[in-house]
């Protein structure tokens, strides 16, 4: 089975709370799994970031604008949990019944600005993404190197809809450890004849692999990928297309 | 390692012809590498279907359309080639300087309506999509299903390119012998609350993971995906978004 890439659950890890030490916890969870977090690609769920860093907000302390209270009413939503879309985002992208399509201050296009009311620890408490979050997969990283993990890449993943087509898909939102983008261009196909424009997004093939094994209801937030190559490094910034080259935002 | 998928590169498929039997040679690359078609997913690229098909088309035999000219002058490209697109084509979604996005006989939105003059025979012929991919997945999984494998399923993959993120990922075409949305609707999050519009677009995410080892300039056109549970049954035009909820067509 030369060259075949493995997926393996994080199993087990506990509801992490503010604070927590991811790190800790993913390698907790590999021992038990019998994991060994060398020459592979660590995907981890933006929920549990969020969760550890903090990235949590109680709807209680916000007050709704009036477009947040008239966006609520038509969809029959909380409108502090409007509110704080609208927080969290610097414009909107697309608005229909039930359908809140914004930019997030970190650059994604996304429904709801990733701000997430369900697998929150309350009924008050939002999730939002992670203020920064390739910082986040670099510090999560850097402490799994320091711990004596690795050579390894961490991908931080959320779970974005699409245009033109049906269901989720899992995407990078943060990167450290691997080019999130695998420029093949200038390469020759098999016949010689140079590679158009095929440059394949290649963090976000890894976290749409590990979504495969991420189901939000049994609690897999991590997945561990061994044999896709770590090659080169950047991060989840490179993904977002320049607003300016966008046909359509 | 409970609950493992692996991704293995079916290898050594020789360059594919109009009649080949993608089956056998399918059933000999997975010999040759030790693997056993059995409880699977089998993903194939579009490119070696289209092949088999004969879904191929000499440009020479092309009068193009005075649009087709206006935009090869534009872009620099073979009138020709535009000319296939246009007719692969209903509908132009988004036209920019080298940027033809159209919605496809199929459906499907993407680049060039999936004409592809890379890695085609010659300089002349240019590669189509399948004329019905999810035909060409069940055949191809009928195919196998008679010579003693399975279970299985079949994707039919291609790259496509997406709005607001660079970089292209691996999506399902064509799908047979499994669900391609995982509809998880009215299943309840870790505490006990509905959770709302979670619908992982399974046979996608499934694509992606197999475009991990699909390299186009290394000639590995067939990957082999074992432990992803193989549930229900559908076809890819359930993940084509019905255009008039399309907020972006």
Redesign the interface.
Known sequence: ?????????L?GLP?VTPGADLAALVREAAAR???SLSDGVLCVCQKIVSKAEGALVDLRTLVPRPEAIAIAEEDGKDPRHIELILRESVRTV?R?KY?L?TETIHG??CANAGVD?????DDFTAVILPRDPDASARRLREALLAAGCGPLAVVITD?FG??????????ALGVSGIA???D?RG?????G?E??V?????A???A??A???M???D??PAVWIH??PLAGDGNAR????DAKL????
């Open positions: 089975m030369s060259g075949a890439i493995t997926l393996t659950p199993q509801e799994g019998g994991i697309r229909a359908v399509i994604f296009v009311l369900s697998n929150a620890p779970t699409r245009p033109w087509r049906e269901g989720l898909v899992d995407v999130p983008l695998d093949q390469s020759k196909d098999r016949r004849r590679l158009q095929t440059i394949p997004a290649t976000d093939a890894l749409a692999a979504g495969l094994l189901k939000k209801a609690g897999v044999g896709a490179q993904l977002i297309r966008d046909l359509f935002r």
